[in-house]
């Protein structure tokens, strides 16, 4: 070691004497060039000529540029073509000098850092020196020997022959300074001009490929962690060392806690199998259930959750809903199977990744971090005590390490590498699996960031000797070299492919499996059928039903009155003020119960459209009246439904009349009377209960007497098809039948096959033949008996006026052996019950 001393004192000699040579270098040719520049400026403003100058300046060689064009004869005389190319070559030469010097101060600079640390390292430069063997004295002393030639004159090593040259020009051509006799610049100029060509000032000084050196040194940073290699050291004091040691434990602890909160509860994984099932048992008990269906958009609460559009509001289950919007937010291509691929990367999976890569990032800077220091540590000398030396006014330099603080160091070291190698795995985890939301991914990675500085807060309260004693310690060198190949160190090299490695690790071991759980959670909530209620009787029969078995569009739902009804009792002064009989009232469309309260309305809640038929006629008072000309609600009501549905300007029950036969209950419930409800032989065979006509309407004096007088008489197939009112229950069954098959449709064909498949068809080709053809059919399909002559297609699904009224004799009105309450009950005609009493 004090060999390599001696010989970087020699280097550093050497490289100081050729540094002296350039500047004076330098510093004669700038003079040199500052001379002849004033002599031109001066023979120019004179108007004389220049001195003769030499055949080459005069003819300057093909590749310098050519001398710009003469001036007007009225102008002063220019300065001659070679002046100006000289002065270019002088110029071009301190240009390429001064660079030249300017690699040289760094190359000093390094040399003497370099000689600086290797006196530190043994135990001190000035101790060195004063112990400094003969041998390499000596040997010192012959190498600043070899700085001088034989004469005694000490040779400007590294210096050019033409550098010489320029350095002892004198201003003036033939001149003499000092007694020596002067360089002109006929003998200059030339030898400048092929010193450039030949690149002889820098030594291939512009395309030179200068590579600093793979060596680190560790900067003590403001860490408890690094400000325990002084701890029990005599420079700091006994209480120092006994805070900086609390302090230390301090951080362990609590990062350890830290670490273990990470490992064990943050880091566990979104969407288990227990939330997975958690969000499947919710989906059966409650967003299927009809206790929350919405009538308003006939959506169930699964359905409404699932379409995440403020045009469903959701009334509850918010927490769903939110874990719903994040699922959606985070992976975007659930609900979108056409989106590009620059929707999908600014999605969460690869802000996660991100997250993960920037956490890598600081673990791996924290990994160097621990290396260096320990490769520094290791490479110090040993000696028996720790010795910290100072080095300059304010500066202190380590200078060896006893055996027991490196081994106790080394511990520190290893717990600190331990400590980031669980907080680096447990974090990825954590930023993985805690929350998607894309918000909580920022903040996570900022919090595992603060957990892993810890230390430096810790070090906030250490003395402040060992704060000053750490910001002025020298870094410490690692004095082996890192083998590199092509310029790439093998410590960079391991670091970077255990980065890349650890991320494609966790993204195939985290990400993956956490996309995975996300789509099972989504397909738990929303995939399948969501349109569809239920409701479990006592006995936990399950009875469901389409929430929109009509296919009703939310637009559609929006023109009809009941929203319209509901602003108008938000905002009462929106409402239009009717006269009825001279008295002005409120037409407000919405029913009210007088002196009932809220409880009276819960109820309605529960009404099928039976109940709702029946309930406004015991409102109005009556069994069969005509709600449309009660004063107030139910008119206005119809009037807009009927408006919205595109029946304008209706005034009285008579213009309701193309909608009575339609699938609208509301228009039968206005107007039952002019529908037809109370009337046998009208064309309304959608005359129950269930379709808006109140059940009295069937009992009333009308409807008996006019059933009393219907003959006991049926027309053939060929003449029911041209009977206005068979055409008309043809196309109101089928149109029903459609309706409640709609989830069956396979079985239509079977159903309908002497229609070819369509129904009304059936009912018009075979008349009253469809009895006895239906009831067959349906009994080989389902092995169920529905008698149509009572007007039961399909069970309380499918309920028509009693075909018997139109077809008795198909339907054994006469001759049945019935009694005449039972005839009457099937709506047989009277003439019919007049036969079978003569019978």
Known sequence: RLQELSLSFSTLKATEQRMTSIEASVRDVREVLEAKLEMVAALAQQQQPLPPQPPYLVQPPPYVAAAAPEPAAEAPPAPSEGSAVG????????????????????????????????????????????????????????????????????????????????????????????????????????AARAALDNDEFGNGVEGEVVRPSASEKYDFEESIWDAAIFAGHPCIGRGASCQVVMLLVLNLLVQSIFVAITATVLARPTFSEQDLAGLMTWRINVGQSVKYYDKLTFTSLSERICLQSPDYPVEMSSGISGTLGMITSYYPALTDENMSYANFLIGGPTLTLLAMMCWCLTTMAEFQSVWRLFEAVACLPTSRHTQVLKSGEEDFVIASMSVSRKAFFMFVLLCRFAIVTVLWYSGCIYLVNYSIDAGDLILNAVALEVI??????????????????????????????????AGLDWKTMTFTIVFFSSLIFMAVVEILPLLARIETAYDNLCDGNTNFTYGLDPNYLVWMSDTNPWNTSLKEVAKYPHLKTIREAIYPQTVPKWKMQGVTVAADMGLRKMGRGVDAIAIVETYDVAESTEAVQRLMGTTCGEPFDFPGGVKRYTIEALAAQGLPNVTRCEDVLPFCVSHMNLARLACPVTCGCDNPTSNLALSQSMDGCPSACASTAWHQSTLRELPCTEKSAAQMRQDPVWKAYASQISARIYRVMDRHKSLLPELCATGGGECEEMFLALGCGVVPYYKETVLKMVGQMYDPCEGNFMGEALMTRPLSILCPITCRCPGAGLSAEALQARSCPGKCLNESASR
């Open 452 to 485: 892993l500085n810890v230390d430096q807060a810790f070090f906030n309260l250490a003395p402040t000797m060992v704060k000053n004693l750490i910001k002025h310690t020298e870094p410490l060198p690692a004095p082996k070299r890192t083998p590199q190949i």
């Open 87 to 190: 002065t270019e070559l002088l110029r071009e030469a301190l240009e390429t000098m001064e660079r030249r010097l300017h690699r040289l101060e760094s190359s000093v600079k390094e040399e003497r850092e370099q000689i600086r640390l290797l006196g530190h390292q043994e135990v001190g430069l000035e101790a060195w020196r004063k112990s400094m063997p003969t041998s390499p004295r000596s040997s010192l002393k012959r190498s600043k020997s070899n700085l001088t030639d034989k004469g005694g004159t000490a040779r400007r090593e590294g210096t050019s022959d033409l550098a010489l040259k320029v350095a002892d020009a004198s201003p003036v051509s033939g001149g003499s300074e000092g007694g020596k006799e002067g360089v002109s610049f006929a003998e200059v100029l030339p």
